[in-house]
């Protein structure tokens, strides 16, 4: 393994591991999420001699470079099927095999992107929320549009409070019975 140093989005570097032989990329904990998205075009270059041969994977288990522990599949749901992350169990290591790093790395770019316009769209909120007129409906009895009288709150307190003395009762029986 080879050590790497790659850019990190608070302004850092950080040290990843890459096999000499395959391209394949090892994160340590934590290491994997901070890298900038513009190092996956640097560490996970595309090799269109690479691509255009058959590969076969040998069937031998995966082992963590760390703790020698068993590495396995990360099944993520929320990953797309075309990425797959192997993980230590041990030292919650990842490694990503030749072209994933960059996978990776578009994904979480492409979901930044898409929350960020959610986010704007957020932003714009509180000019509709300043004016309550503008969310009060007519005809409803929202708890903002039609406050409670100090009946209401009244009956709900006293309603509130035979509900509790109904479960301390009931618990108590309980105890006692054994049941």
């Known amino acids: 393994m080879a ?14 591991d890459q096999c000499r032989q395959c391209g394949g990329i090892w994160c340590d904990k934590w290491e994997l999420f901070p890298v900038a998205t513009e190092e996956a075009d640097r560490l996970d270059p595309v090799n269109q001699d690479l691509l ?3 590969f076969r994977r040998p069937q031998k288990a995966l082992y963590c470079p760390r703790c020698a ?3 396995r599949v990360c099944a993520d749901p929320v990953l797309p099927k075309d990425i797959q992350l192997w993980r230590c169990r041990h030292c919650d290591g990842i490694w990503l095999n ?12 492409n979901t930044r992107a898409a929350k960020m316009a959610e986010e704007r769209i957020v932003a714009k909120l509180p000019e509709v929320y300043a004016k309550p007129e503008s969310w009060v409906v007519t005809g409803t ?3 903002y ?22 479960v301390v009762l009931q618990t ?5 019975l054994g049941i």
């Open 3 to 16: 050590e790497v140093k790659a850019r990190a989005n608070p302004g850092s570097l950080i040290q990843l």
């Open 52 to 54: 255009r041969e058959a």
């Open 69 to 71: 522990d068993e590495l």
């Open 98 to 109: 030749r072209g994933q790093f960059q996978r990776y790395k578009n994904y979480q770019t």
């Open 141 to 143: 009895k929202g708890i």
């Open 145 to 166: 549009a039609y406050p409670r009288g100090e009946e209401e709150d009244a009956e709900l307190a006293g309603k509130s409070m035979g509900d509790g003395a109904k």
């Open 172 to 176: 108590l029986l309980r105890m006692i």
